[in-house]
């Protein structure tokens, strides 16, 4: 969920708190809110036609996520009685002391956010993989799915994490226009975690 800027004034990052997080944490909110930051502002009907899901129930949702601060009307998309939502931030961010929190719920709530941020990337990265053909050469080659594997302390592991966000964030001003042509939006995941498994 987070778009991996470490300056929350820089994009409108939300920090998650406790009641935030426990807010956010069922799986169809999540998929809402990545909807809505993804393909911008729809109704509850249109999010239920694009995530199988009843009108119903994205309307409940939608609207916990509002009490919670994520999602907001978007007044100037509504027509007549429809009801138009759109995101209030571009990203999301874990603060690293809530990993630490004793509380079980609030263990258990970090487990469902980090669970369906982690299908959310398998299944952006299967749908490249089904559909990379449609791309031109260009785009297949300048593609990449790699994974490397280093033995390092966690302090060594945070610089490396720090220097690879430093890295994007400096393209994000080297974005090009919508209309540029052979442009498309790329989309980066990073992952970094200890493994008890030998080298």
Same mark, same amino acid.
């Given at each position: ?19 935030? =997080? ?10 809402? =809110? ?59 961010? =874990? *603060? ?47 593609? *990449? ?19 690879? *966000? ?15 042509? *052979? ?17």
């Amino acid at each position: 969920m987070t778009d991996g800027t470490t300056d929350p004034e820089i994009r409108k990052i939300h920090t998650l708190t406790p009641h935030s =997080l426990r807010g956010l944490a069922h799986p169809l909110r999540i998929q809402l =809110l990545t909807s809505l930051r993804k393909e911008g502002p729809a109704t509850a009907s249109q999010l239920a036609d694009r995530l199988g899901e009843s009108s119903g129930a994205t309307s409940y949702h939608l609207r916990q996520l509002a009490a919670h601060g994520f999602v907001e009307d978007a007044p100037e998309r509504g027509k007549g009685r429809e009801r138009w939502w759109r995101s209030t931030h571009q990203g999301t961010r =874990l *603060d690293e002391s809530l990993m630490a929190d004793p509380d079980p719920t609030l263990r258990g709530a970090i487990a469902v956010y980090l669970h369906e941020v982690a299908a959310f990337h398998a299944s952006e990265l299967s749908t490249w993989i089904g559909t990379q053909h449609d791309w031109s050469k260009e785009w297949t080659e300048s593609s *990449d799915i790699s994974d490397y594997t280093l033995r390092l302390t966690p302090a060594l592991t945070a610089e490396l994490v720090g220097k690879i *966000d430093e890295l994007i964030e400096s393209y994000r001003p080297l974005a090009v226009d919508q209309d540029t042509p *052979d442009s498309a939006r790329v989309r980066l995941h990073t992952h970094a975690f200890p493994t008890h498994s030998t080298e």
